[in-house]
C-alpha cells in the first residue's frame, strides 16, 4: 500500500515535470528556437506554445527589437602616420532568428571585431585632417561594409555612428591653437569688414543728406525765384494800373484844360494890343484868372455909388 502511494506521487511529479516543460511562453519582439533531440524544429512566434515533453526544447528567445552595441575605443594609425583612437557605436536589428542563432556562434563579439577592424581600414585610408572632417563618409562606409557582412546571420545594421576620434595630447594642443588663431583671424576681419561697411554705409549716408540739402537749397532757389517773379508781376500789373488810371486821368482832365489854357494865350495875346474883351462872369476863363471874386465884389458896391 505504501509502495503504491509513492509509486503515485513519483507519477503525479513527472506528470507536473512535463507539463512545465510543454508549456512555454514567447513575449512580444522576440522569437523562440525549438529544436527536438538536438536538432532545429521550428521558431515559435510570441504567444503560448505547447512543446512535447522531453523531446523538444526552447534553446533560445531571440530579441529582435533594434539594439545598440558599444565599440571598445581602439588606437587606429591615419594615412599621414598619426595615431587616433576611434570610438563607435552600432545599431542593428535580427531579421532571421534561425541564422543569428545557428549561422554565428558569438554575435557580439563577431559584429564587435568586425566593426574595429572596419573601423582600422577606413580611417588608416585618411589623414587626420580628413578623419576629422569626414565623420558622415566614415559612417557611411561602416554602416555599408557591416550590412553587407552581417547579412548572412540573419541581421540588418542600420547604422554605424562614430562616436569620437581623439587626436594625441600634442596635436591637440597644436590643433587648439591653430583653431584658436584662426578664430582670431576670422575676428580680425569680421571687423575689418564691419568697419569697412561701416565707412561705406556713411559716406553713403553723407552723399544723401549732401544731395538732400542741394535738392532742398534748389527748391529753396526755386520758390524764391518764383515769389520774386510774381512780385514783379504784380508790380508791374500795380504800375500799368497806375499808368491806365493817369492816362484816364488826363484824357478826362486835362483836354479840358489845354483848351483853357490855349483861351489864356489868345487872350494874353489880345490885351497886348489893348484890345478890349468882353466876357461873361460865368465863363471859365473868369473862373482861371481868379477875377470871379472881384467882378462880384465890384457888382455889389454899383448901386451904393
Not at 37 to 52: A, C, N, R
Not at 140 to 158: I, M, P, Q
Not at 177 to 199: C, D, G, S, V
Amino acid at each position: 500500500m505504501n509502495a503504491g502511494i509513492v509509486v503515485l506521487i513519483i507519477i503525479l511529479v513527472l506528470v507536473a515535470l512535463a507539463l512545465g516543460k510543454s508549456i512555454t511562453v514567447i513575449r512580444q519582439a522576440e522569437k523562440g528556437i525549438v529544436e527536438r533531440l538536438g536538432k532545429y524544429k521550428e521558431t515559435l512566434d510570441p504567444g503560448l506554445k505547447f512543446l512535447v515533453p522531453f523531446m523538444d526544447s526552447l534553446v533560445s528567445k531571440i530579441d529582435m527589437r533594434e539594439t545598440v552595441l558599444d565599440i571598445a575605443p581602439q588606437p587606429v594609425i591615419t594615412k599621414d602616420n598619426v595615431t587616433v583612437t576611434v570610438d563607435a557605436v552600432v545599431y542593428y536589428f535580427v531579421t532571421d532568428a534561425k541564422a543569428v542563432r545557428y549561422e554565428v556562434a558569438n554575435f557580439f563579439n563577431a559584429v564587435s571585431k568586425l566593426a574595429q577592424t572596419n573601423i582600422r581600414n577606413v580611417v588608416g585610408e585618411m589623414s587626420l585632417d580628413e578623419s576629422l572632417t569626414s565623420r558622415e563618409r566614415i559612417n557611411a562606409a561602416l554602416t555599408t561594409t557591416l550590412d553587407e557582412a552581417t547579412d548572412k546571420w540573419g541581421v540588418k545594421v542600420t547604422r554605424v555612428e562614430v562616436k569620437e576620434i581623439e587626436p594625441p595630447r600634442d596635436i591637440s594642443d597644436a590643433m587648439s591653437k591653430q583653431m584658436k588663431a584662426e578664430r582670431e583671424k576670422r575676428a580680425t576681419i569680421l571687423e575689418a569688414e564691419a568697419y569697412r561697411e561701416k565707412q561705406i554705409l556713411e559716406a553713403e549716408g553723407d552723399k544723401q543728406n549732401a544731395i538732400l540739402v542741394a535738392e532742398g537749397d534748389r527748391q529753396k532757389e526755386i520758390l524764391t525765384a518764383e515769389g520774386d517773379k510774381q512780385a514783379a508781376i504784380l508790380r508791374a500789373e500795380g504800375e500799368a494800373q497806375a499808368i491806365e488810371n493817369v492816362s484816364r486821368a488826363a484824357d478826362t482832365f486835362f483836354i479840358g484844360n489845354a483848351q483853357l489854357f490855349k483861351q489864356l494865350d489868345v487872350t494874353r495875346d489880345s490885351l497886348q494890343d489893348n484890345t478890349k474883351l468882353v466876357m461873361s462872369d460865368q465863363s471859365r476863363l473868369v473862373n482861371v484868372l481868379g477875377l470871379a471874386e472881384s467882378l462880384r465884389a465890384g457888382q455889389s458896391d454899383s448901386p451904393s455909388k
